[in-house]
């Protein structure tokens, strides 16, 4: 490998967008190690047996577009299909869409919608929480600078955030049948990843809400599945008032999926200037060369931070879906990263699984306490 210059590094890091970098203040730290994204992930084919399709192409677009009513109704009538065979035809996004007749394919494997990891506290505190806190916040460095005024104005955010919580908890695929909220849900042996990763291959589920890292997990069980997935966003019902991030709609919020940094390489300011010289040729080397994008999406399975969608395929359904998300700049960020530390899981997702996924049913006060105990929380560790 070549010595490059300083200008070359400095290039490189210029370079690196708003929404990925990693700051403190006005100052830029270092490299992206690559970027991930989340959602509900669903098997296409799936959805073809559920409705009869030929391609799902057209419904995909739509449930995508589609407003949080319309997808609370598209998760009940589900739910229904699968209990009683109840044939409903369900509106999204202006067309209408029927269920099969009969269930066939994998749809006759179904026990529930939902393949919800029960025992996980980090689903519901961490990467659910986060989609709501975007709405108020895009950036983790806004939400780390967020006064309390700005915590208090997340009132109705969480409640809608708790909604959606509930929607999804509410119709739980399991391994030998429905499942519901309550001792066994927050069972590691019986809700843990694996046994969920368990449930969603194994068709029982529709929609399982996870990032693209679990893409091998899924094909370690079912390959041929894994080759048709792709994400749907999680929606909450949000109103215009309550989107204040700037530059977002609550049309690009219902329709987008969270795409962010996890990792950074960093260049130690105590080394050597000769090892410093050796990390800023390496970062270099691996994301502009032909053969260091070639490890980072063939050897590593990652998505390059920098990867063109117009031009990038990857080698899983899940990577390209978020490159396709970026492609229509449908993505949202990550603050909950900038919210105090430890209180998006060990806090609030400790909570959720304590005290509210053993009971099965919720109500309007919950939903209100959700909100008030994370808002609480953000404000007593800030």
Same mark, same amino acid.
């Given at each position: $490998?070549?010595?490059?210059?300083?200008?070359?590094?400095?290039?490189?890091?210029?370079?690196?967008?708003?929404?990925?970098?990693?700051?403190?203040?006005?100052?830029?730290?270092?490299?992206? /190690?690559?970027?991930?994204?989340?959602? /509900?992930?669903?098997?296409?084919?799936?959805?073809?047996?559920?409705?009869?399709?030929?391609?799902?192409?057209?419904?995909?677009?739509?449930?995508?577009?589609?407003?949080?009513?319309?997808?609370?109704?598209?998760?009940?009538?589900?739910? &229904?299909?699968?209990?009683?065979?109840?044939?409903?035809?369900?509106?999204?996004?202006?067309?209408?869409?029927?269920?099969?007749?009969?269930?066939?394919?994998? &749809?006759?494997?179904?026990?529930?919608?939902?393949?919800?990891?029960?025992?996980?506290?980090?689903?519901?505190?961490?990467?659910?929480?986060?989609?709501?806190?975007?709405?108020?916040?895009?950036?983790?460095?806004?939400?780390?600078? &967020?006064?309390?005024?700005?915590?208090?104005?997340?009132?109705?955010?969480?409640?809608?955030?708790?909604?959606?919580?509930?929607?999804?908890?509410? /119709?739980?695929?399991?391994?030998?049948?429905?499942?519901?909220?309550?001792?066994?849900?927050?069972?590691?042996?019986?809700?843990?990843?694996?046994?969920?990763?368990?449930?969603?291959?194994?068709?029982?589920?529709?929609?399982?809400?996870?990032?693209?890292?679990?893409?091998?997990?899924?094909?370690?069980?079912?390959?041929?599945?894994?080759?048709?997935?792709?994400?749907?966003?999680?929606? $909450?019902?949000?109103?215009?008032?309550?989107?204040?991030?700037?530059?977002?709609?609550?049309?690009?919020?219902?329709?987008?999926?969270?795409?962010?940094?996890?990792? /950074?390489?960093?260049?130690?300011?105590?080394?050597?200037?000769?090892?410093?010289? &050796?990390? $800023?040729?390496?970062?270099?080397?691996?994301?502009?060369?032909?053969?260091?994008?070639?490890?980072?999406?063939?050897?590593?399975?990652?998505?390059?931070?920098?990867?063109?969608?117009?031009?990038?395929?990857?080698?899983?359904?899940?990577?390209?879906?978020?490159?396709?998300?970026?492609?229509?700049?449908?993505?949202?960020?990550?603050?909950?990263?900038?919210?105090?530390?430890?209180?998006?899981?060990?806090?609030?997702?400790?909570?959720?699984?304590?005290? =509210? $996924?053993?009971?099965?049913?919720?109500?309007?006060?919950? =939903?209100?306490?959700?909100?008030?105990?994370?808002?609480?929380?953000?404000?007593?560790?800030?």
């Amino acid at each position: $490998m070549t010595t490059v210059a300083d200008g070359e590094f400095k290039t490189l890091a210029d370079a690196i967008p708003t929404g990925l970098r990693l700051t403190t203040g006005s100052d830029s730290y270092g490299v992206p /190690y690559n970027v991930e994204g989340y959602g /509900y992930i669903v098997d296409t084919q799936m959805l073809m047996d559920l409705f009869a399709l030929e391609s799902a192409d057209a419904m995909l677009a739509d449930i995508k577009a589609a407003s949080y009513d319309e997808w609370e109704t598209l998760v009940k009538a589900i739910d &229904a299909y699968i209990k009683n065979t109840t044939v409903a035809t369900v509106e999204l996004n202006g067309n209408n869409y029927t269920f099969a007749a009969a269930k066939a394919g994998l &749809a006759a494997n179904l026990n529930g919608v939902f393949a919800v990891m029960g025992s996980q506290k980090w689903t519901y505190g961490d990467h659910f929480i986060n989609v709501a806190i975007n709405a108020a916040f895009s950036s983790a460095a806004a939400a780390n600078a &967020a006064t309390d005024e700005e915590v208090d104005s997340l009132k109705n955010v969480f409640v809608a955030y708790a909604k959606a919580l509930d929607l999804k908890t509410s /119709y739980l695929a399991g391994l030998d049948g429905a499942a519901v909220r309550g001792n066994d849900f927050v069972s590691e042996a019986k809700f843990g990843y694996d046994q969920t990763v368990q449930i969603f291959a194994d068709s029982k589920a529709v929609f399982f809400k996870q990032g693209n890292w679990a893409y091998g997990n899924i094909a370690g069980v079912n390959a041929d599945q894994a080759a048709r997935l792709t994400f749907l966003p999680v929606k $909450m019902p949000m109103t215009d008032a309550d989107i204040t991030a700037e530059g977002l709609t609550l049309d690009k919020f219902n329709s987008s999926i969270p795409v962010f940094v996890p990792n /950074y390489y960093a260049i130690n300011a105590k080394a050597t200037a000769a090892e410093q010289q &050796a990390g $800023m040729d390496f970062l270099v080397w691996l994301n502009t060369s032909e053969a260091g994008k070639k490890f980072i999406i063939e050897d590593f399975a990652f998505i390059p931070y920098n990867a063109d969608p117009a031009t990038t395929t990857l080698p899983n359904s899940l990577g390209n879906s978020i490159l396709g998300y970026v492609k229509a700049d449908k993505t949202l960020a990550a603050p909950y990263q900038g919210a105090p530390a430890t209180w998006s899981g060990e806090i609030v997702g400790l909570k959720i699984l304590e005290s =509210y $996924m053993t009971k099965e049913t919720w109500t309007d006060d919950d =939903y209100n306490a959700i909100a008030d105990y994370a808002i609480e929380q953000w404000k007593e560790l800030n």
